[in-house]
């Protein structure tokens, strides 16, 4: 069974001051990944997604995250992160198998960013 | 705009009760989602359908049920089988097809128990 594990469950951080928020996957032939945010009270939203190609992805609001095959890791990076990221992070997984298209979630981790 | 509609937005259920929550897209979009979130637990799928009056159980369906009569809508029962209901509720869908098309996602329903 596929598992995504999110290293952290909380990372707080300074305004300005730059953040990992770490994500390990399962490894399979095919691989397909993708991180979501959500703000209090609300859905989830697409960051960035890694299909194929370049290891390094980058999504909006200046967020970016490194595919490494050989660590299987798809870690999410900012270099410089402002109060409005306060917010809950999702790193995802596809199953590789069948074609539901169905994701693999892990726990999350909340971001705090503080003045 | 196109988007994803979860109702209500925060729902009370007494003891014994089944409910039903709401989810309507107007994205013509194939595919349906289910998940349940849990502080701490990320989300879970509870059901998905791929096309209309189709659908298959998620890694946690026991309690709940779903129906998809109209390619724009995918309700969600829980029942009073679900014995620990109180949780966020999200709704989900995504065209069918490549990997490109990712998984657009409604606001929520919260759940809470009486």
């Known amino acids: 069974a596929q598992s995504v594990t999110q290293l952290d469950s909380q990372v707080p951080v300074f305004e300005e001051a730059p953040v990992e928020l770490r994500c390990n996957y399962s490894?399979?032939?095919?691989?397909?990944l993708f991180w979501y945010v959500q703000y209090p009270n609300q859905g989830l939203q697409l960051l960035l997604k890694?299909?194929?190609?370049?290891?390094l992805v980058k999504g909006i609001n200046g967020f970016e995250a490194e595919f490494n095959k050989s660590q299987t890791s798809f870690h999410l990076r900012k270099p410089s992160v402002h109060i409005s990221d306060t917010a809950e992070y999702f790193c995802?997984?596809?199953?590789?198998?069948?074609?539901?298209?169905?994701?693999?979630f892990g726990k999350g981790t909340l971001l705090t960013v503080n003045p | 705009d196109g988007g994803i509609t979860q109702s209500p937005k925060y729902l009370f259920r007494k003891e014994g009760q089944n409910v039903t929550l709401s989810c309507e897209q107007n994205?013509?979009?194939?595919?349906m989602y289910w998940y349940r979130q849990d502080p701490g637990q990320g989300l879970r799928l509870i059901y998905y359908?791929?096309?209309?009056?189709?659908?298959q159980k998620g890694d946690i369906a026991e309690g709940y049920s779903v129906s998809r009569e109209k390619k724009e809508s995918f309700p969600l029962t829980v029942t009073s089988a679900q014995k620990n209901p109180t949780a966020f509720y999200l709704c989900?869908?995504?065209?069918?097809?490549?990997?490109?098309?990712?998984?657009?996602f409604g606001d929520g329903t919260r759940l809470s128990i009486l």
């Open positions: 989900a869908s995504r065209s069918r097809g490549t990997l490109q098309r990712p998984q657009h």
């Open positions: 490894s399979s032939v095919s691989v397909y």
């Open positions: 890694y299909l194929s190609g370049s290891t």
């Open positions: 995802a997984q596809i199953n590789s198998g069948g074609s539901n298209y169905k994701l693999t």
């Open positions: 994205l013509n979009h194939d595919a």
């Open positions: 359908s791929q096309i209309v009056n189709d659908f």
